[in-house]
């Protein structure tokens, strides 16, 4: 969906870094292609990355999904983790690590936070573009309140049934 990218690729111009948390389902797809929202978004960070030698891509899957029970097992996402170890380069990096490991990590790509001015429409804090499911809003809370509580802002994507729509935290 062309509305779905540009909004993406608005957001994704707003930051210097991008964190996609990869489960072990592979997602809700828009209407009108195959690939899940968190695909698309991926798809679209590493394009950004592979132009934009300011622009890191952040990778995590939890260390959970590498245990016998808890294995991906659907055939698309498999595919999509393939994909995703294929594309890394020198400005993108996949954990498999705990979410405190993935908080650390965000803080040390981004070191040290920008601190906020007044000027200007928007703030001149460092942004952070977290990609997940509409789904797994609830569990990504806490890792949104840690980082705005590190002076970060945070961009989240929602997903609502009338239109879709980027929302700042």
Request: charged letters at 30%.
């Amino acid at each position: 969906n062309a509305a779905t990218e540009r909004a993406v690729l608005d957001m994704l111009g707003r930051c210097v870094i991008s964190v996609h948390l990869i489960g072990k389902r592979y997602g809700s797809t828009p209407e009108d292609d195959p690939r899940s929202v968190v695909s698309i978004q991926e798809q679209l960070a590493a394009q950004r990355c592979e132009k934009d030698p300011n622009f890191f891509r952040l990778l995590w899957i939890p260390q959970v999904l590498t245990t016998p029970e808890f294995e991906i097992t659907d055939q698309r996402q498999k595919t999509f983790v393939t994909q995703l170890q294929n594309r890394l380069n020198e400005r993108s990096e996949l954990l498999q690590t705990s979410i405190e490991d993935l908080k650390s990590r965000i803080l040390e790509k981004l070191d040290p936070p920008v601190a906020a001015t007044v000027a200007g429409r928007r703030s001149k804090l460092k942004q952070v573009y977290i990609i997940c499911e509409t789904r797994d809003r609830t569990p990504v809370r806490p890792i949104k309140e840690y980082l705005f509580n590190q002076n970060l802002e945070v961009i989240t994507w929602l997903d609502s049934e009338e239109n879709v729509t980027l929302m700042d935290y």
